[in-house]
C-alpha cells in the first residue's frame, strides 16, 4: 500500500477504523466461514480492526498480520497484545507485494478487507498473496464500489464532496471503485473458482435507525479525509458545511433513502 493513505494516519483515524469495523462487522462476516484455516495471512491488517473481530469469531484461528505503516502496526499491537501473547497473532511490517519474509505455501486462508483500493498494483498482491497459500486454500476479499452511493433527496453538496473524495483517491493511485473488478483480478492472479456476490444497503423509511446509524457512519467516513482535501484545495469549508447540513438532514428525513453497494470475492489459490 502506498504511504499516501486519503484518511490519514490520525489517532482519530485510527479509532474510526476500530469502530467502523465494529459496525460492519454483522454485514461482512455474514456467511464467511474458516472452519478449515487454522493459519489465516491478514494482508493489510492496520491497526488490527478486523484483526480482533476474526480472532474473537474464530477462537482457532492463527491470524499473521501484514501492513506497511509502522504506525498502524504500533496500535494493533498494543490492543491485540493478548492475542499475540498467546501465540495466536503474528504482525509483521511489509509491502504486501513483495512478501519475502513470508514462507511460500504456509498459509491455508488470506483475508483483505478494505485494503486492494489502497493498492496501486492490486494484481501484484493478489499474486504475492497467492504464493503464500497452500494450493486449494480460500481467499476472502471485501472492497467497495464508490460509485454506486445514492442518495435522495437530491445532495449536491455531498455529491461534489463525494466525487473529489474519489478522484482524490484515483490521484493517489488508489481505486475507490476496485470491487468490481475483483473478478477479472482474481483470475489474472491465477485463483480458481472465482466467486464475486454484490452486497447492498439499502435504507429508507421502512429502516430509520439503520437509515440514521448509516448516514452517521458515513458522514464520519467523509470527514476523515476533509483536512487532506482542503489542502489539496479540492473542497472549501462551506461545501463541508453543506454536505453535513445535507446528511443531518437526510439521517432523519422522511421520504430519505440511503444506497450503496459493495463487493465480496471468494476464490481458491
Known amino acids: 500500500m502506498t504511504q499516501e493513505y486519503i484518511h490519514g494516519f490520525s489517532r482519530e483515524e485510527q479509532e474510526r477504523l476500530i469502530r467502523q469495523a ?4 454483522p454485514y461482512i462476516y455474514e456467511k464467511i ?6 493459519h489465516l495471512l491478514e494482508v493489510g491488517c492496520g491497526v488490527g480492526a478486523q ?3 476474526l480472532l474473537e469469531i474464530f477462537p482457532h484461528l492463527k491470524i499473521t498480520g ?33 512478501l519475502n519474509i513470508l514462507d511460500d505455501e504456509s498459509f491455508d486462508g488470506a483475508f483483505l478487507c478494505w485494503f486492494l483500493e489502497h493498492v496501486p498494483k492490486p494484481v501484484a498482491v493478489l499474486k504475492e498473496v497467492k504464493n503464500k497459500l497452500k494450493p486449494g486454500s480460500p481467499l476472502w476479499s471485501t472492497e467497495v464500489m464508490n460509485w454506486t452511493l445514492f442518495v ?14 474519489n478522484d482524490y483517491q484515483w490521484s493517489l493511485k488508489g481505486n475507490p471503485f476496485i470491487g468490481a473488478q475483483m473478478g477479472n ?8 473458482k472465482v466467486k464475486t456476490d454484490v452486497r447492498t444497503w439499502f435504507w429508507d423509511d421502512r429502516y430509520p435507525v439503520q437509515r440514521k446509524d448509516f448516514f452517521d457512519e458515513l458522514r464520519d467516513l467523509l470527514y476523515s479525509a476533509a483536512d487532506g482535501l482542503k489542502a489539496e484545495g479540492r473542497v472549501d469549508q462551506k461545501l463541508i458545511d453543506g454536505m453535513k447540513q445535507e446528511m443531518d438532514e437526510r439521517s432523519v428525513g422522511q421520504g430519505s433513502v440511503l444506497y450503496m453497494s459493495w463487493m465480496r470475492s471468494e476464490a481458491l489459490a
Open 22 to 25: 465494529e459496525f460492519l462487522k
Open 33 to 38: 466461514q474458516m472452519t478449515n484455516v487454522n
Open 51 to 53: 484483526t480482533k473481530i
Open 66 to 98: 501484514v501492513d506497511l505503516s509502522k504506525d498502524q502496526l504500533a496500535v494493533a499491537e498494543k490492543r491485540l497484545k493478548k492475542y499475540i501473547d498467546e501465540g495466536r497473532l503474528k504482525l509483521i511490517e511489509a509491502d504486501a507485494s513483495k
Open 152 to 165: 435522495e433527496p437530491y445532495s449536491p453538496n455531498l455529491l461534489k464532496y463525494w466525487f473529489e473524495f
Open 185 to 192: 483480478y482474481l483470475t489474472e492472479a491465477n485463483y480458481s
